[in-house]
């Protein structure tokens, strides 16, 4: 089965610094996709970024990006230019190419607190 | 903008009740999804479905059942409430792609209490 995992509980970062939060899985699969969502306190879960594992270029969406390494089956989340609204859960999620009905399978979890 | 809007914040519910717990979607998604969120445990999911009266059960599925009998709509139901199932419960739906996997949109969220 495959698995995510965040090795990092908790993590902070001062305002306009740089962060960077860990993620590895496990697959047997070439084909899938990861991603990494924000759950800010209280509020509903987003979607920061996505990366299709066929892709070699890393994803970026305006100050987020990642690290995708596929043979060693690691994939972190930077955040450039910390602001106070990064402040949140995020989870990292892996999903199998299925044509269909995919599902998530997602990490526990790292606490980003970001410090003014 | 899609929405998933959940039918309760905040539901406080005693041991042995039956609980309904709704989800709509209003983009005409095929697939939805129900997860519970624990602290130090992430989401795991409950139950999906990927078409009206179709479901499969997901990771940990036990005390739990689903009815989707309009696509916009899939309830989470349980049968009879345990302390255990306190929880956060979150509701998501996405397109079924032909070629690709698309984005989950979430809920905000039911936070189950069970005295």
């Known amino acids: 089965a495959q698995t995510v995992t965040q090795s990092q509980p908790e993590m902070s970062v001062q305002e306009a610094e740089t962060v960077t939060l860990s993620c590895t899985y496990d697959?047997?699969?070439?084909?899938?996709?990861l991603f990494w969502y924000k759950q800010p306190p209280s509020r509903q879960m987003i979607l920061v970024i996505r990366?299709?594992?066929?892709?070699?270029q890393n994803a970026t969406e305006n100050r987020f990006s990642v690290n995708f390494q596929k043979a060693a089956k690691s994939f972190s989340l930077k955040i450039s230019d910390s602001q106070l609204g990064d402040a949140a859960m995020y989870f990292c999620?892996?999903?199998?190419?299925?044509?269909?009905?995919?599902?998530?399978?997602f990490g526990k979890g790292t606490k980003l607190t970001v410090n003014p | 903008d899609v929405k998933v809007t959940q039918s309760s914040r905040y539901l406080v519910k005693r041991t042995g009740e039956k609980v309904f717990l709704e989800c709509v979607q209003d983009?005409?998604?095929?697939?939805m999804f129900w997860y519970r969120q624990d602290p130090g445990l992430g989401l795991r999911l409950i139950y999906f479905?990927?078409?009206?009266?179709?479901?499969e059960k997901g990771d940990i599925p036990e005390g739990y059942s689903v009815s989707r009998e309009k696509k916009e709509r899939f309830s989470l139901i349980l049968e009879s409430a345990s302390t255990n199932q306190t929880s956060m419960y979150l509701c998501?739906?996405?397109?079924?792609?032909?070629?690709?996997?698309?984005?989950?949109?979430f809920g905000p969220g039911t936070r189950l209490t069970v005295l």
């Open positions: 999620a892996y999903s199998p190419y299925q044509g269909g009905s995919e599902k998530l399978v």
């Open positions: 998501a739906s996405s397109f079924q792609g032909p070629s690709s996997t698309d984005t989950q949109y």
């Open positions: 479905s990927y078409d009206v009266k179709m479901k």
């Open positions: 990366q299709e594992a066929y892709k070699q």
């Open positions: 697959t047997s699969e070439s084909d899938y996709y």
């Open positions: 983009m005409d998604h095929e697939n």
